[in-house]
């Protein structure tokens, strides 16, 4: 689980979907961060976040079984923070670090319709790169058909509104969970078979 929040609406997201991917007997979640990036200079942050889960190193993403990458939406795309850290894993796209393993997206905006799915559509695009399997949230989840809120079938959503509130909505709890149980699953075939 990897993911970047800045009020703490992904925070909630990310939070429900690995209560998901604990649901699954045999696999745990491994909770990472990014730091903040600034536009004046490159921002120097202490080496452990003041609150949340850690910063990510290389060891996870080699680790890790299956990745879960959340983003705030930021003019439709995910954000800088997160974008920067991609940028950064040019030795683990050539060594093939993330190849075969599953990934889903998640993201969090203001408003319903201002482009949660570009957002995590731009945030598979560096996953295909590096040869991940991409798992979405199937029709199969009724959830999908039934929000109001938050919910896409490219990965789960959060809408905070303009006041930018993390309280989850009853479908979007359900189907973060969905999301982290289907994660989990497949990394846990894919593991077995490789
Ligand atoms: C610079 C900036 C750009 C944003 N762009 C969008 C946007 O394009 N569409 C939208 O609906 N919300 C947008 N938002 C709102 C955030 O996506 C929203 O507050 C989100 O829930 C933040 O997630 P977080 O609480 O995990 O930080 C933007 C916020 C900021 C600060």
Redesign the pocket.
Known sequence: MLY????????ALAEQIVRGIHQVPGVAARVRTVPKVSALCEAVEADIPADGPPYVEACDLEACVGLALGS?????NMAAPMKYFLDGLASEWVNGTLAGKPACVFS????QH???ESTLLSMMLPLLHHGMVLVGLPYTEAALNRTRSGGTPYGVT?V?GTD?I?LLSEEEIVLAQAQGRRLATVARKLAVAQ
């Open positions: 970047y929040s800045h009020r703490g609406s992904v925070r705030p939406t930021r003019f439709g969090s905006s203001a408003s201002g482009g949660q959060h905070a930018g993390a």
